[in-house]
């Protein structure tokens, strides 16, 4: 039970929240207590024992598991108790209801052992306790993983290292894995196949868990870093977020009234909020901050630009995006939107064959030698040099600089969202030969390296 994240379930409007932890730490540790002994032998009114309680840990953030009693009568929740309870929420009692199976536990304090007690609660009576113990450890940082969706659907890990040595194949994290999200802790969350309900396939390995259940969901998940999920509802078509503290999903920001054009949002590290609405004509940002302050902004566009096809933010709020612009050129060039003001601002007029990508400080946007139209590559007299030769970086703070690159070769035209980490290496999939595959950029430019020759889509560094 994580101060900043208590497990209650909560029933809102049909909608069944558990209680997490969307932070579920790497089972790291696992100590398993015996039962106590029964206070009492269970009667008709007193539930007995939970059974098969385990807990598993990781540095601070411990997880109790338990089934249901053997025997008894109807069970309507479960108490979970830690001692000692220093720094604990709710004196370090968590009442949770009877479809609970998990609880998890944050703040514990390095080279302390606690106990956890599981108790079944029917309506008259309180069953025996079961408890297990574990002791916290030092937390070890956690490294920036790759994700990654496959041609089957399936979310796929890759380190963020150097890939100098050769290819890689990654881990399968997740089978059927549209629109997933990961977290900083490594866990992956994807919606399910009805879109009622978020499944969470923790970083340890292991059975996926329902999260959160009786939702509106479109298969389009988002994080933050802090472990909050987002979604696009597919009755409201506002952007909803389930809070990491346990508490009900609720709006973070829309869309607006008007439909200007295509539509596209976006969630930044920090938790920024932000959502675009615009058209040839007329454009909407509307952006939630990381600490919930929502402002919008509209205005008339002042030059001819197309619609929306992919969106990115850094950590201070400048928003990049990418748009097709109409005619036979089949251009899709990045526009930059700064923190707090109302004008698209292209980044480069050069037309190129472009890749683009955020971090919480920064745009990175790899680019083409040579363009041709559209219209001539339909022709059949676009011979030109698609050799991905530079990278522009654009900071937060306003800046910008040139790499230099080498060694990958622009695939199809079309809006290309990377992912980069916070140390600025890039991730991008080309879609077609001679470079077809999954590549890394390193921060400082220089020579891209092949990690896969496999193709994937939504990649998502976190």
Known sequence: MCAAAAPVPQHVEGIVVFKSMLTIAAAA??????????????????????TSVRVT???????????APSAGPRITGYTVTVTPAESQPNGGVDRLP????????????????????????AAKQTGPAVSVKYTATAAAPTPQALFALDAQGSVVRFGTGSTSTGTTTGTTVATNGTGYTADDQ?????????????LMYPAGGGAARTVATGLHLTADLRSDVAGNLYWADSVSGSVTMLPIDGSAPRVVADFG??????????????????????????????????????????????????????????????????QIQDGPGGRYPWFEVPAGQSVLMRLEQQDTFEYGAANSTSFRLLRSADWCSQADELAGTCDVDRTLASEL???????????????????????????????GDLFLDIDRAPSAGLWRVPAAG???QLVSTAQYTRLVVI
């Open 257 to 322: 009234t008007v439909q200007y054009g295509q539509q596209a949002w976006v969630v930044s590290r920090n938790g920024i909020v932000s959502t675009f609405n615009g058209s040839p004509s007329q454009t909407r940002v509307a952006q939630r901050s990381a600490s919930g302050v929502l402002t919008v902004r509209t205005w008339q566009n002042n030059s001819v630009v197309g619609f929306v096809r992919g969106l990115q933010s850094d950590d201070a709020g400048n928003l990049w995006v990418s």
């Open 57 to 67: 840990g990781s540095g601070g953030d411990a997880d109790v598991t338990w089934g």
């Open 186 to 198: 490594g866990d992956v969350f994807v919606p399910s196949a009805d879109l009622i309900s978020i």
């Open 393 to 423: 970086v654009f900071g937060a703070d306003g800046t910008q600089r040139t790499l230099p690159v080498t060694g990958a070769t622009a695939g199809s035209r079309g809006t290309h969202v990377g992912a980069a980490t916070e140390t």
């Open 98 to 121: 009877a479809t609970a199976r998990w609880d998890h536990f944050g703040a514990l304090r390095t080279g302390t052992t606690y106990t956890f007690a599981v108790r079944a609660v």
């Open 446 to 448: 220089g020579a891209a």
């Open 29 to 50: 540790a696992l100590v398993v207590g015996g039962a106590l002994p029964a206070h009492a032998a269970p009667t008709s009114s007193t539930p007995s024992a939970p």
